[in-house]
């Protein structure tokens, strides 16, 4: 009769603890974003996101050289770090707005670039898109660093 009472356990436990188990943690949460991703679709304005912030975006490239060699890369070479390589593009323009990107490869201590990535942190005007340091051997002192900046730019 032990064995019986067991097995009706077991069965219950698969078909209605675990289902249920796994409604509470997950799927319920995972059910009401997406309504309430569904119900911010149906309240979205249908006009452009850059008129209420225009503010907030420049109307200057400062990925192309100037801005960023006088401010951040010179100081990250006076303190013995080389530009392996420097590579500024634009991306996207898409009606007022255009990204632009730019791909920077470093070398060297790692203090002098990470206050390098400090001082980028601070420049609200600036975003980094890709952000990764890293080293061949153990026994290199100097550390490369990879960064993919990006800014919006507001044409016109």
């Known amino acids: 009769m032990k064995k019986d009472n067991l097995c009706w356990l077991k069965l219950f436990s698969l078909l209605v603890l675990l289902p249920l188990f796994l409604w509470i943690t997950t799927l319920h949460s995972t059910a009401s974003q997406y309504r309430e991703l569904q119900k911010l679709r149906r309240e979205r304005v249908s006009a452009p996101v850059f008129e209420d912030y225009s503010h907030a975006y420049h109307r200057n490239n400062l990925l192309q050289g100037d801005y960023l060699f006088k401010g951040y890369l010179d100081m990250a070479v006076a303190e013995g770090c080389d530009i392996v390589s420097f590579t500024p593009s634009r991306d996207k323009d898409e009606g007022e707005l255009s990204l632009f990107r730019c791909h920077i490869l470093l070398k060297g201590r790692f203090i002098p670039l990470l206050k390098l990535v400090h001082s980028l942190e601070d420049n609200p005007?600036?975003?980094?898109?890709?952000?990764?340091?890293?080293h061949k051997s153990e026994q290199d002192a100097f550390v490369s660093l990879e960064?993919?900046?990006?800014?919006?730019?507001?044409?016109g």
């Open 125 to 134: 005007d600036i975003g980094f898109a890709k952000l990764r340091f890293f």
């Open 147 to 155: 960064v993919e900046l990006i800014q919006l730019v507001l044409n």
